[in-house]
């Protein structure tokens, strides 16, 4: 593979002084902790606002953004410099085709991240949908089943187009938490948390409008309806998922060739069926054979 050629950051430089002071000081925190890499890795259904998002944070346009679905065909990584930090973000193709996760697609970025350490899973899908199904839950557990559930201990859920306005008189903050309550439901199926990690493993949800459309606040940030400048806001939630106390997912050769990574417990049951069958079958089937054995004995004589 080609070396990776770093490119300095230059597109920080296009936000508002405000946001780009708010970033260097977030930056600035993960250095202390001795982060200086960042690899995000962004996963979601097709035409979802995945590879706007990706234009978005770096401040540039440096992926293709289409309302059509024909995306790109392969996982694409950018990577931006600044100040001895790198920013790594992996934009990948949708997981979705014909009503199914595309099998192919997933081999694809399987492959494509192969000994790389995903630091942040951003999770993306649109706040203007209405419902969730099973394939939203398929997606889910294709993502897991890929890179081990503990992925989304590193996840947070990324809302697009949050520059709406809520249906059937609901307000913005209540439309927000039904639609981030059904979707969170949805992840933790997928991934199979169980109820009772269900806290320690709560996965942040953030909202993004990534069109010129949202309103800016005092200091020309671009904010969205509930006043939040998103843009500081989406960084420094992944800043706090790498200060979580999980570990980066390393998505290693055993990982991407071996069993269901959550279903390792599984390799041990031959095992335990061999020693049901030597130590319990077998010793059963000689104390019968000896009873037989006796009994037949006893009516001869
Ligand atoms: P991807 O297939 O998930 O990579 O999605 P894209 O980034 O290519 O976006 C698909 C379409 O949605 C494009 O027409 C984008 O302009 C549009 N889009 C993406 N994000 C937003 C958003 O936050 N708000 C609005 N209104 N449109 C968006
Ligand atoms: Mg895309």
């Given at each position: 593979m080609a070396a990776q050629i770093t490119r300095e950051w230059t597109g920080i430089q296009t936000f508002p002084p405000a946001t780009l002071n708010k970033l260097l000081e977030l930056l600035g925190k993960l250095?202390?902790?001795?982060?200086?890499?960042?690899?995000?890795?962004v996963m979601g259904k097709g035409g979802v606002g995945k590879s706007s998002t990706v234009n978005s944070i770096i401040g540039e346009k440096v992926v293709a953004v289409s309302a059509f679905q024909s995306e790109g065909p392969r996982p694409v990584m950018v990577s931006r410099s600044r100040a001895g930090f790198t920013l790594n973000i992996?934009?990948?193709?949708g997981l979705v085709e014909g009503g199914y996760v595309n099998d192919q697609v997933l081999d694809l970025i399987k492959r494509f991240l192969l000994n790389r350490t995903i630091d942040v899973l951003l999770y993306v899908d649109r706040l203007d949908a209405y419902r969730v199904d099973n394939l939203d839950r398929q997606v889910v557990r294709a993502i897991?089943?890929?890179?081990?559930?503990?992925?989304?201990?590193?996840?947070?859920?990324?809302?697009t187009h949050a520059q709406l306005s809520p249906p059937d008189g609901l307000s913005y903050e209540g439309f927000f938490s039904?639609?981030?309550?059904?979707?969170?439901?949805?992840?933790?199926l997928g991934a199979r948390i169980k109820k009772q990690d269900v806290q320690a493993s709560s996965i942040p949800v953030v909202l993004v409008e990534n069109t010129g459309r949202c309103n800016r606040n005092e200091n020309d940030e671009k904010i969205i309806p509930n006043g939040i400048a998103w843009i500081p806001n989406l960084v420094e939630t992944i800043t706090?998922?790498?200060?979580?106390?999980?570990?980066?997912?390393?998505?290693?050769?055993?990982?991407?060739?071996?069993?269901?990574?959550?279903?390792?417990?599984k390799i041990l049951i031959p095992f335990i069926l061999a020693f049901q069958y030597f130590f319990v079958v077998k010793r059963i089937q000689r104390w019968i054979k000896d009873d037989i054995a006796r009994e037949s004995k006893s009516a001869w004589e």
């Amino acid at each position: 593979m080609a070396a990776q050629i770093t490119r300095e950051w230059t597109g920080i430089q296009t936000f508002p002084p405000a946001t780009l002071n708010k970033l260097l000081e977030l930056l600035g925190k993960l250095k202390q902790e001795d982060v200086n890499t960042l690899t995000i890795l962004v996963m979601g259904k097709g035409g979802v606002g995945k590879s706007s998002t990706v234009n978005s944070i770096i401040g540039e346009k440096v992926v293709a953004v289409s309302a059509f679905q024909s995306e790109g065909p392969r996982p694409v990584m950018v990577s931006r410099s600044r100040a001895g930090f790198t920013l790594n973000i992996i934009d990948t193709p949708g997981l979705v085709e014909g009503g199914y996760v595309n099998d192919q697609v997933l081999d694809l970025i399987k492959r494509f991240l192969l000994n790389r350490t995903i630091d942040v899973l951003l999770y993306v899908d649109r706040l203007d949908a209405y419902r969730v199904d099973n394939l939203d839950r398929q997606v889910v557990r294709a993502i897991s089943d890929s890179f081990g559930k503990e992925i989304w201990r590193r996840g947070v859920v990324v809302l697009t187009h949050a520059q709406l306005s809520p249906p059937d008189g609901l307000s913005y903050e209540g439309f927000f938490s039904r639609r981030s309550e059904a979707l969170l439901k949805v992840v933790r199926l997928g991934a199979r948390i169980k109820k009772q990690d269900v806290q320690a493993s709560s996965i942040p949800v953030v909202l993004v409008e990534n069109t010129g459309r949202c309103n800016r606040n005092e200091n020309d940030e671009k904010i969205i309806p509930n006043g939040i400048a998103w843009i500081p806001n989406l960084v420094e939630t992944i800043t706090s998922v790498v200060s979580n106390g999980s570990k980066g997912i390393l998505i290693d050769k055993k990982l991407i060739e071996g069993p269901n990574p959550n279903e390792r417990g599984k390799i041990l049951i031959p095992f335990i069926l061999a020693f049901q069958y030597f130590f319990v079958v077998k010793r059963i089937q000689r104390w019968i054979k000896d009873d037989i054995a006796r009994e037949s004995k006893s009516a001869w004589e």
